[in-house]
């Protein structure tokens, strides 16, 4: 199936510093989608982009749909204790897919 | 508007015993999915449906079924529970393929 590289794999930062991670892929998304998972909780979608190039914020969050369509960016900036979690990357791929592919994640710690 | 609900939140089973995992959402949702997530791994989707009486495999389907007899509901059924399968067990729901996937809290199963 289709694989996601999502990076880094987890990151230490300290409060108030800006946070960015990246998924790429050797293949066409079609749909781009941002999820934060707290600990014991399901992932909540944060952010979806579905247009090359596309640009969309949430609050602090901002993620980015490639141009390539090959990748996706997330920034959080201003980091606050509360942005601790994993946040997972997931993708529609081109064609006839009806499945996401999910990133294994990236694990951020904010540090006060 | 409780979006995607799960039970039971925990279980308990030994090996070779069957048990139910329910899934219902109220948002009128096509598409339903059920994924499994291992400790410290991303998801992977075990079965979907794009409507009621329609289902199919995902990546790791087997010692699973399903079944989707109305557009709310969505049970996921371990006929002969094994070690293996031991993880927590994520439904969703989406509009359509591309669209962003609202997740339900969870069910921790343990498998002895």
């Known amino acids: 199936g289709q694989q996601l590289n999502q990076s880094p794999q987890s990151m230490f930062i300290q409060e108030g510093e800006d946070v960015s991670m990246n998924c790429t892929s050797s293949s066409i998304f079609n749909t781009w989608l941002w999820y934060k998972q707290d600990p014991g909780e399901g992932p909540v979608l944060l952010i979806a982009l579905y247009k090359a190039g596309e640009l969309t914020s949430n609050g602090r969050l901002t993620a980015q749909f490639g141009i390539t369509r090959k990748d996706s960016f997330l920034n959080i900036s201003a980091s606050i204790p509360s942005d601790v979690g994993i946040y997972f990357c997931?993708?529609?791929?081109?064609?006839?897919?009806?499945?996401?592919?999910f990133g294994s994640g990236t694990q951020l710690t904010v540090l006060p | 508007n409780a979006g995607v609900t799960q039970t039971p939140k925990f279980r308990i089973l030994k090996i070779g015993q069957s048990m139910t995992l329910q899934c219902t959402q109220d948002?009128?949702?096509?598409?339903m999915y059920w994924y499994r997530q291992d400790p410290g791994m991303g998801l992977k989707l075990i079965y979907y449906?794009?409507?009621?009486?329609?289902?199919d495999k995902g990546e790791v389907p087997n010692g699973y079924n399903v079944s989707r007899s109305t557009t709310e509901d969505f049970p996921l059924r371990l006929e002969l529970a094994a070690p293996s399968q031991t993880s927590v067990y994520f439904c969703?729901?989406?509009?359509?393929?591309?669209?962003?996937?609202?997740f339900g809290p969870g069910t921790r199963l343990t498998v002895t």
């Open positions: 997931a993708g529609l791929p081109s064609g006839s897919a009806r499945q996401l592919t």
């Open positions: 948002m009128n949702h096509n598409y």
């Open positions: 969703a729901s989406s509009y359509s393929s591309g669209a962003g996937q609202y």
């Open positions: 449906s794009v409507g009621a009486g329609i289902t």
